[in-house]
């Protein structure tokens, strides 16, 4: 089954770093950990775990609950478990996709700076002012 919320999420990291995922877990590995791009990537792998847990145990329920299986009394245990274990990923996946796509959408990625124009001078409006005429 394809993980299209953790998909999603790393092709807008991708997007605003301007990089490939492997190439930004590979500078966050390098770099300080306390990092915008540090805590992004963390969040995405905790979705993407979270994405295969529900996976697996979705396949694992589906096995337990095959119809041509008997359900047993140890089985019914089981079959809990993995619905137990299923609701606790979609609470996690869907609490990291909450905050990550709001961390998203509040960054922007800068324009290059444009080479080619001059630096202004600063403006006569950041001059400080001319002391006031004393009107006495």
């Known amino acids: 089954m394809p993980h ?31 990092s915008m791009l540090a805590a992004l990537l963390g969040s995405h792998a905790d979705l993407t775990f979270a994405e295969r847990n529900i996976d697996f145990q ?10 041509d299986r008997e359900i047993g009394r140890f ?9 137990r274990r299923i ?6 996946r869907d609490a990291h996709t909450k905050s990550v796509t709001a961390v998203l959408a509040s960054l922007r990625r800068l324009p290059a700076p444009d080479t080619k124009v001059p630096t202004a001078a600063p403006s006569a409006a950041l001059a400080p002012a001319a002391p006031a005429a004393r009107t006495r």
């Open 4 to 34: 299209t919320t953790s998909q999603t999420v790393a092709a807008r990291i991708e997007a605003l770093y301007g990089q490939p995922l492997a190439a930004l877990e590979a500078h966050a590995e390098a770099t300080a950990r306390d």
């Open 87 to 92: 609701a606790d990923s979609v609470t996690v």
């Open 75 to 83: 089985d019914a245990g089981h079959i809990l478990d993995c619905a």
């Open 58 to 67: 979705l396949e694992r329920l589906r096995q337990l609950t095959d119809p």
